[in-house]
Every structure is written in C-alpha cells, then in structure tokens.
C-alpha cells in the first residue's frame, strides 16, 4: 500500500484545509516545488496534487505549479485533481508528465465524460468520489447529492478506472482518523482499486489501514498530519511496506 503524500494548492501555495471549506486554511510553504522535493527525499512514490482554486473555478488555476513539480520529478507518478472539466485540460495534464488525471464533480455530473476519457486515456484516469454520510459531495465539497458513493463507483468500474480514491469529506484535514469501514466496504464491492483519503492522523491509522488492504485498498493519501508531524512520512510507508507489501 503506497503512502501518498497530498500538496493541496491555492494561489500557489501549499495549503490544508479543514473538510473542505476554503476558508478554513492552513499554509504550510509559499513553495509547492520544495514540499514535492521533501516528500519525494522521504520516500513517496506517488504524489497527490489538487488544484483547490481549479476545484471551485471548474478550470485549472494552480496549473503552472503543477507543471513545473512534474518537470522537476519526470519519473515520479503523480495524479492531479481539480478543476478537469473536459478532455482538453485532461490531456493537458498528462503532456507536461502528470500520469493520473482525478475527475471528481464532472464525473457525477457528466459519466460519460468519464466513460470517453478512459477510452482516449487508458490506465490514466482516476476517478475522485468524495462524500458526507456516504452521499456523493461535488463542486468542491460545497453540494451534497442524494447519490450514494457505491452507485457512481461501480459505474465507473465498469468505465474503466484505474482507481478510485474514496474521501470522507467529514474526516478531511481534521486528524480524527480515516473512515477505515466505510473504505473497506466500497473496496470489497469493486474490482477496481481503491484508495484511501481523509482523517489519516497517525501510524496506528497505516496500520488499521493495512489491516483492510486486502480488500482492494492500495494505497493512503496524507496530508495535515505529515504537514503538522502527528505522522512521520518514511515511518508510515516503511510500516506500509511491511504489512502490505510495496503496491
């Protein structure tokens, strides 16, 4: 299970926020292209970028950053989330070196977006599914549907995904542990992989998290808590890489 670490971007900085809300921020660096460096010093094999301006402005925002950390680790995969509302800023991600593109909102609003970007981007397309009470959340967290998250997983499943990264919105960035059940549950229900997000605190959460990989669980984004020290990164991959084995 790849522990994978999350450079959240704002206005070009590297920020955390708290369940989403944009304005209930942390900034960690004034340099995104710094943080990647350290987590990728520290072991990461994956990063997690997310451009939070594209996220709300439905277009990318944070996009020459996100171009210049690809730039800078060309053989480093990285998987970038935002503000990929067609296939245009989809494929222009992945000509600068980015090798995952997130569809999250115009996923639920559109699948068939999601169901021709896989066919036009084959093993290149993830899609995000975030949620409150296990209920789909789009624009940016700012919309709660009345959809649950296994009914879009499945038919993107059957789309074509390379993964799904399931995000309980209620846990993001507040250091209370990740939904560890709820994450299990959509896993064993797909054949899709799935990873984790929102909530991871500490290393008793890679572990419970490692407990559950079997299920179909590869891999654990972090942020607030390798950001803030209640998690140190190259002990949680190595805890990982144990109990898991490297994915």
Same mark, same amino acid.
């Given at each position: 299970m790849l522990l994978i670490p999350a450079i959240d971007l704002k206005n070009g900085r590297c920020v955390r926020l708290?369940?989403?809300?944009?304005?209930?921020?942390?900034?960690f660096s004034d340099d995104p292209i710094e943080v990647a460096g350290r987590w990728v010093?520290?072991?990461?094999?994956?990063?997690?970028?997310?451009?939070?301006?594209?996220?709300?402005?439905?277009?990318?925002?944070?996009?020459?950053?996100?171009?210049?950390?690809?730039?800078?680790?060309?053989?480093?995969?990285?998987?970038v989330g935002g503000g990929i509302r067609d296939e245009d800023t989809l494929a222009a991600y992945l000509a600068v070196g980015v090798k995952f593109a997130i569809i999250g909102t115009q996923a639920v609003k559109e699948p068939e977006f999601v169901r021709q970007a896989c066919r036009n981007f084959p093993g290149q397309v993830i899609v995000g599914l975030d949620a409150v009470d296990g209920m !789909? $959340?789009?624009? =940016?967290?700012?919309?709660?549907?009345?959809?649950?998250?296994?009914?879009?997983?499945?038919?993107f499943e059957q789309h074509g995904v390379s993964a799904i990264i399931y995000t309980d919105i209620g846990r993001d960035g507040m250091l209370t542990g990740p939904n560890v059940a709820a994450t299990a549950a959509l896993a064993t229900s797909l054949s899709v992989p799935v990873i984790a997000s929102g909530g991871?605190?500490?290393?008793?959460?890679?572990?419970?998290?490692?407990? !559950? $990989?079997?299920? =179909?669980?590869?891999?654990?984004?972090?942020g607030r808590a390798i950001y803030e020290g209640t998690l140190d990164f190259a002990q949680g991959q190595a805890l990982a890489d144990r109990l898991c084995g490297v994915s």
């Open positions: 708290r369940q989403g809300r944009m304005d209930d921020e942390t900034i010093a520290a072991g990461a094999r994956r990063l997690h970028l997310v451009d939070l301006n594209g996220a709300f402005a439905g277009k990318p925002i944070n996009g020459d950053v996100i171009s210049q950390i690809a730039a800078a680790y060309p053989e480093l995969p990285i998987q !789909v $959340a789009i624009d =940016g967290w700012a919309t709660v549907t009345e959809h649950p998250v296994s009914e879009f997983a499945k038919q991871i605190t500490d290393i008793e959460d890679i572990s419970a998290l490692c407990e !559950v $990989a079997k299920c =179909g669980i590869v891999g654990a984004i972090t």
